[in-house]
């Protein structure tokens, strides 16, 4: 009764077209109702609970990063770097949207504004050189799903807090489901591309791939330090988010001179923007997550769940099936604040690693990002790009495969993240 009470509420509020954040008060209030136990001290206690937690922190200062990295000017540099190296080969630019795309993830952890960044720069080089459109923007969409799943990882810090698994592990985990995406991609865009007439980027000396080096270097840097950082156990998650915001500043007014004074207000704005949404969104999620408990829906789900709990690869698919389809009509970040505490318990119950079904959950959610009808970043792909969300869609869907089978390569055989994660932390 209340499982049913609970998403029929949810989904009957977000039809209507109320926000997420609100979306799941309401929820909540239903299943208080139903339980004949409203309180409204209860609810903003919760509320105010939700969004009271120090590993918090780390969002709004990575986001702020993110923002100081955009407006200094090391976007270009990483771009300009990437060229360097790869951009000479046949389908040069893909490589170089790939390997940016990897290098971006190490910097911002946000899928949006990776695409974006990325998006804004090289699709109109890629047209111009002879490219799809559709398919340079679903390349740049696919690559742009990297950033949530390599450290930092907002995704994975939202997954963190509300299921208490160690954020730190949870980065070490993403290193290498991060690189397969990455390699699944550079394999598909090879297939893809071998028999286009494009035009190929002259090769650059070795003087030139030096001074692209030098002058990305200081953005090279920095996803070393907070990995080394993490790992050496100099800082927390958290502290490693403000030292990536203090980083980008002092690249961007000092180093590089592209982010002046004036510009700051805007980057801090910008921020304080994204940065509200996302804590609206986990303090209204802790309410429904108590409420979630108290009225014992992890037990309801696990009967459901049962006759597959014995077998722990067939229940990740079925948990990766129902979290995909979720994922076609919900964005990344309620997602999994409105699931974890529903699917911890039977993951739990189930003797399966917290920190390897944090990694699966997480690129899952990620991979959601590029699914209609909501598709996150396939709006901003199809917005920088100048192309049509139909287009961008069957541009995509080569590279969406790919990504799948990753997801699936991963959990049917959880040592290729296991083993190198003993390694890592």
């Not at 490693?240 to 592209?258: K, P, Q």
């Not at 769940?305 to 389809?325: H, S, Y």
Request: charged share 10%; net charge positive.
């Amino acid at each position: 009764m209340t499982l049913a009470v609970f998403t029929v509420s949810l989904l009957g509020v977000m039809a209507l077209g109320v926000p997420i954040a609100f979306a799941l008060l309401i929820s909540g209030l239903a299943l208080m109702l139903v339980m004949s136990n409203f309180d409204t001290q209860i609810l903003a206690s919760n509320l105010f609970d939700g969004a009271d937690n120090f590993a918090l922190m780390a969002i709004p200062f990575f986001i702020l990063a993110g923002e100081l990295m955009n407006a200094g000017g090391i976007s270009k540099r990483i771009i300009n770097f990437a060229m360097a190296f790869v951009g000479h080969f046949r389908g040069g630019l893909g490589y170089v949207a790939i390997i940016g795309s990897v290098i971006f993830a190490g910097l911002s952890g946000s899928a949006a504004a990776d695409t974006a960044a990325l998006g804004a720069i090289l699709i109109p080089m890629m047209v111009k050189a002879g490219y799809n459109r559709s398919r340079s923007a679903g390349l740049i969409a696919a690559g742009g799903i990297i950033a949530p799943v390599i450290p930092p990882s907002i995704p994975m810090i939202i997954f963190g807090v509300t299921s208490g698994v160690s954020i730190s592990k949870l980065f070490m985990a993403g290193i290498i489901p991060g690189l397969f995406l990455a390699v699944a991609l550079i394999i598909t865009w090879t297939w893809i591309v071998r028999k286009d007439k494009v035009e190929v980027q002259p090769r650059k000396s070795p003087k030139e791939m030096w001074q692209a080096t030098r002058a990305a270097i200081w953005a090279l840097l920095l996803p070393a330090i907070i990995i080394g950082g993490l790992r050496g156990g100099i800082f927390t998650p958290t502290e490693a988010a403000a030292v990536a915001a203090v980083y980008a500043l002092v690249i961007g007014l000092v180093v590089y001179r592209e982010l002046k004074l004036q510009q700051l207000y805007k980057v801090l704005i910008a921020a304080g923007k994204t940065t509200s949404v996302v804590m609206l969104l986990a303090a209204s999620a802790m309410v429904s997550a108590w409420l979630i408990t108290v009225a014992n829906i992890p037990d309801q789900v696990s009967v459901l769940l049962t006759p597959f709990i014995a077998n722990k690869v067939l229940l990740l698919l079925v948990i990766n099936a129902l979290v995909f389809i979720v994922g076609t009509a919900m964005d990344l970040t309620p997602t999994i604040l409105i699931l974890t505490p529903v699917l911890m318990p039977i993951i739990q119950h189930a003797g399966i690693d917290p920190v390897f079904f944090g990694m699966l959950f997480v690129l899952n959610n990620c991979i959601g990002l590029l699914t209609p009808p909501v598709g996150t970043v396939l709006n901003v792909a199809a917005g920088v790009g100048k192309v049509g969300m139909d287009d961008v869609m069957k541009g995509v869907m080569p590279f969406l495969i790919a990504e799948v089978l990753v997801l699936l390569l991963l959990t049917m055989f959880p040592q290729i993240v296991m083993v190198p994660l003993g390694w890592l932390h």
